[in-house]
Structures are given as C-alpha cells and as structure tokens.
C-alpha cells in the first residue's frame, strides 16, 4: 500500500524560500504523476501543479512564476520549492498521486503545515 | 480557470437520513470530476472519479451522478463515519480545481 508523506520546516519567514519534500514508500515513483496541494480554511484546496516521474511539469498559472518541482526517483522522493513567500502562502502542503495527468487524485498524503511569519 | 461551485455548505442530517450535496461547474467538464471526502485532522480521500464511479472501500451507500456542469453526490442513510468534508475537483482543464467543500454535520 503506496505512503506518502510530506516534511519540511513548520516555520518559514516573509520573502524567503519555502522547500517541502514528499516521501513516498511501498510503491514507485514510476510511472505516475505528483501533484502539490495546498489547503486553508480561507481559500480551501488549491491545486499548485505537477511532475510527472520523467520531470515534466505543469504548474498553475497563479504560482507558476514561484515554484520549481522536483522528483528524484532513485530515492522515490518528490521536492517543492516556493520563493518569496508571504503570509499567504501559509497553509497545509499535501502530495498526491494521480495515474494521469488528468485523472482524478487516488492517494494523498497526510500533509505538512507551514507558516510564513516575520 | 473553470470554477465549482458546492452547496450547500453546511448540510445537517441525522443518522439514518440521507444527504445530497451538489457541485456546479462554471463551464462543462464532461465526466471529470472527482468527490473527495476529508475527515478532520486527515488527507482528503477519493470517493469518486469520471463522476460516478465509486472507488475502492466506499460502500454502495455512496452514489454519485452528472456530467457537463451539474453534478450530485448521495450518501443513502447516513452512518457516523460519513460525518464530514466532501469536495469536488474538476481535472478537465487546466489549472485543476476544487469546490469549496460542503459539511456533513450530526443534526
């Protein structure tokens, strides 16, 4: 049964850069798609992009100009990185894999909360 | 960006009862819609996908229809375990994107 597990510092401050890593365990990174979802009360879930096991990547319009993916399947890992954050970038940061690129999320990880504080 | 619109957003039922929440689409999205069910505390989990196939360890209880912008999702006689968030999630075009989420609440 595929795991996956985000970590990452709980803590980041105004205008530096927020790095996550998900971890996956009992499957492969290969031949899926990992998309970064982040979630408030406020905005609710908001789709951050994609990487695809060969490295292609799709990110979302309103991030794009933030965010690098990354995915290092020797060690079935996958990276985010999200520059310049503001408080607005507060919010749990989940993985999760889908068998295509548009094909619905079959497994989630549990989520790891980050704040942006000064 | 294609828009979902739930509703409601608080649904309060009593055990027993049956519940129907709705996803509305800003534009079709054929079958392309996920339901997800997100407990507290926990990661949200498929319930649905291609909009009425039921994934795997949901029981027949859950049913879910629609296709282009109207969508509808019935829990049949609530259980305690059904207590909770469910979203929907369009992926027919890009950037994907959620409903807001309706709760389930204990009446």
């Known amino acids: 049964q595929v795991q996956l597990r985000e970590s990452g510092p709980g803590l980041v401050k105004t205008s530096e850069t927020l790095s996550l890593t998900c971890a996956v365990s009992?499957?492969?990174?290969?031949?899926?798609?990992w998309s970064w979802i982040r979630q408030t009360p406020e905005k609710g879930l908001e789709w951050i992009g994609f990487?695809?096991?060969?490295?292609?990547?799709h990110y979302n319009p309103s991030l794009k100009s933030r965010v690098t993916m990354s995915v290092d399947t020797y060690n079935d890992q996958l990276s985010l990185r999200l520059t310049s954050v503001t408080a607005a970038d507060t919010a749990v940061y989940h993985c999760a894999r889908h068998a295509g690129a548009m094909t619905a999320f079959d497994k989630w990880g549990p989520g790891t909360v980050v704040t942006v504080s000064s | 960006e294609i828009v979902l619109t739930q509703s409601p957003a608080t649904l309060s039922v009593s055990p027993g009862e049956g519940a129907t929440l709705s996803c509305r689409a800003s534009?079709?999205?054929?079958?392309?819609l996920a339901w997800f069910q997100q407990m507290p505390g926990q990661a949200p989990r498929l319930l649905i996908s291609g909009a009425s196939t039921r994934a795997t360890g949901f029981p027949a209880r859950f049913s879910a229809s629609g296709s282009g912008t109207e969508f509808t999702l019935t829990i049949s006689s609530l259980q305690s375990e059904d207590f909770a968030v469910y979203y929907c999630q369009q992926y027919y075009d890009w950037p994907l994107t959620f409903g807001g989420g309706t709760k389930v609440e204990i009446k």
């Open positions: 009992g499957g492969s990174i290969s031949p899926y798609y």
């Open positions: 990487i695809f096991y060969s490295g292609t990547t």
């Open positions: 534009q079709s999205v054929n079958s392309n």
